[in-house]
């Protein structure tokens, strides 16, 4: 089962066949309705009916605290959120971009609904590249989610992507933790996060030097080994549980043969044998080869979940065999 309602691209197609192709520099508008994002999220009071079940029906009430979230085109429910929650429409996802697009340099590569709406997000290019030796290419990228359901908050994120293998890479903004994060609770004010990004775009010049520190990191054999232990070998409680280390001997192996040489780009001469190699292997263990229920989950977990967090570790770990 697909997760992924609607998107639109340009350039590759991405992930498995999914989405309508783009020519470039196409409007906002058209992105909308080809990425299945020309409607609009609605709210309506909460309402119940009081009586017993099988009797005649009791009278209507409404419940003020909380909002019916539905879409204007289908009218299908999306959540049931408080009565403060703030939305973040399809429409100002896109819009974030249009002034970017414009005047920026940024380029919308892809844009889509995951969920039948609950999930949005449009990824664009920045036009900032580094490449490695051996030509390893690496583009920076901006990520732009939301969900109205209440599993993100409106989301801004520096993203790297590396051209050989498709692996995504959060970029650390300055001293946090790589993104922008707007709750619900909160109006989202474009601008405002444009500002707080604005100052973080020289983070990809930093970005750019770890990378390639990364790439003339060699390590032997019991580096490796025990890198991967540290990133892979993790309970999420105190006590190990023995299907979580079981797993975690299973990602082990499944990254130790990405990194020597199973992975895409694993031979170039930047990953061969080095930290970025390292890095590498466990980002495409994420993106494209950890267990997932769909294709559209991984893609899920991999920029919000679990992956995300499990790319994070092996980020620190990296940082520490440059420091």
């Known amino acids: ?40 999220i609605e709210a309506a009071d909460v309402r119940f009916v009081s009586g017993n079940a099988g009797t005649n029906l009791g009278s209507i009430h409404v419940f003020p ?5 539905y879409r204007s085109d289908t009218k299908a429910p999306l959540s049931v959120v408080s009565s403060r929650y703030q939305v973040v429409q399809p429409m100002d996802i ?15 590569e892809t844009a889509g609904v995951l969920k039948s ?25 901006l990520l732009l989610a ?12 520096f993203t790297s992507i590396r051209v050989v293998c498709n692996n995504t890479l959060s970029i650390a903004l300055g001293d946090s933790a790589g993104a922008i994060k707007v709750p619900h609770r909160s109006l989202f004010d474009a601008q405002a996060v444009k500002r707080q990004l604005g100052i973080c775009v020289s983070s990809w010049d930093s970005f750019m030097v770890r990378m390639k520190a990364l790439s003339e990191r060699k390590v032997s054999d019991a580096v490796a080994e025990k890198f991967l232990r540290r990133v892979l070998t993790y309970s999420p409680t105190s006590t190990p549980d023995r299907d979580a280390i079981a797993v975690s001997e299973r990602a082990i192996k499944a990254v130790s043969q990405l990194y020597t040489g199973g992975g895409r780009g694993a031979d170039l001469a930047s990953a061969s044998g080095t930290a970025f190699g390292l890095l590498n292997a466990v980002t495409e263990f994420t993106d494209h080869h950890r267990r997932a229920r769909s294709e559209d989950h991984r893609r899920d977990a991999a920029w919000f979940g679990a ?17």
């Open 1 to 40: 089962m697909h997760l992924v309602q609607s998107m639109a691209y340009v350039g590759q197609q991405p992930w498995h066949g999914l989405g309508n192709p783009l020519s470039p520099k196409q409007p906002i508008e058209v992105w909308a309705k080809q990425a299945g994002m020309d409607w609009a």
């Open 65 to 69: 605290e909380q909002k019916v979230l």
């Open 94 to 108: 896109l819009n974030f971009y249009r002034d970017l697009t414009e005047a920026g340099g940024f380029e919308l």
């Open 117 to 141: 709406g609950k999930k949005l997000w449009a990824l664009a290019r920045t036009g900032q590249s580094v490449t490695l030796k051996g030509k390893d290419t690496v583009n920076g990228y």
């Open 146 to 157: 939301t969900a109205c359901d209440g599993t993100l908050a409106t989301t801004a994120q």
């Open 307 to 323: 992956g995300a967090a499990m790319k994070q570790r092996a980020w620190d770990e990296a940082m520490k065999l440059i420091a």
